[in-house]
């Protein structure tokens, strides 16, 4: 990390978790986490927690992200959400672009283009996701990979679309399977992000811009990977699932 950008531990609660039982976690977690005022901490539950969260979160200055959304705003787009509606309920976060969105429901890099822009004109903070698959790094192809995801998703907008943009980097090989990749391989890759946002942007975007690192980070691994200069947080989805590992998340010691 570096002090001049705000840490994010963000939890990605994927499918799971209904309202009664994220109320339940949030209730016990303020319980064991101290004051937030260094960092910043995000929680995107399913759509069918969000309204019950919402007013909880706010209470304790934790922030409300969606996992997903839809790029119009309204219409005829049967089991879709739109940012408006997202914005409605207290989001200020809306992950876009997951490997898991890529690989299970055919999300490109221009529907994750479209839905980005759609969250920052709904006035939201995207998180998107990157990733190579396991066969492109071991092809050495990892760079070229990320650089297409960036591009496809963000060259274009302009530096002020591009100032509150999050960026996740989540090698898909490291997600859910408990092999992260070594903070030196996580700080290679969110080192060349940065650089390449540079090209595309400005020096002043590619110094605010935060980069969280996400697949399988744990306790026993999130300082060692948040002691890198261009680690900025995580996206976390299974030790976020738990009271006590997320606590320690958020509790991280560089
Ligand atoms: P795990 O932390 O379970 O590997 O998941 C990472 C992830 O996909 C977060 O978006």
């Known amino acids: 990390m570096n002090p001049d950008r705000k840490p994010l531990i963000a939890a990605n609660w994927k499918m799971h978790k209904t309202p009664v039982e994220a109320i339940a976690f949030m209730e016990r977690l303020q319980k064991e986490t101290g004051p937030l005022d260094d960092r910043e901490v995000l929680v995107a539950p399913p759509f069918t927690a969000i309204q019950a969260l919402g007013n909880i979160l706010r209470q304790k200055g934790y922030s409300l992200g969606a996992q997903n959304c839809h790029w119009e705003e309204k219409g005829a787009y049967t089991g879709e959400i739109s940012t408006p509606m997202l914005k409605d309920l207290g989001c200020s976060y809306v992950i876009v672009g997951h490997s898991e969105r890529r690989q299970l429901f055919g999300e490109t890099d221009q529907t994750v283009r479209l839905k980005t822009a759609a969250v920052i004109k709904a006035g939201m903070t995207p998180v998107v996701c990157l990733g190579e698959v396991l066969e492109e790094r071991e092809q050495g192809r990892t760079f070229e990979v990320i650089d297409k995801q960036l591009k496809g998703a963000l060259q274009g907008f302009s530096a002020e679309q591009m100032s509150g ?51 399988s980070v744990k306790p026993s691994n999130v300082d060692a990977l948040m002691a890198q200069p261009d680690i900025d947080g995580a996206l976390v989805g299974g030790a976020s699932l738990e009271v006590g590992s997320f606590a320690s998340l958020i509790h991280f010691n560089v």
């Not at 060349?192 to 090209?199: K, Y």
């Not at 400005?202 to 969280?212: D, G």
């Open 165 to 215: 943009v999050v960026i996740a980097y989540e090698p898909v090989w490291a997600i859910g399977t408990g092999r992260t990749a070594t903070p030196e391989q996580a700080q290679e890759v969110h080192a060349h992000i940065r650089g390449t946002i540079s090209s595309f942007f400005s020096t002043a975007i590619e110094k605010t811009v935060r980069i969280l690192y996400g697949g």
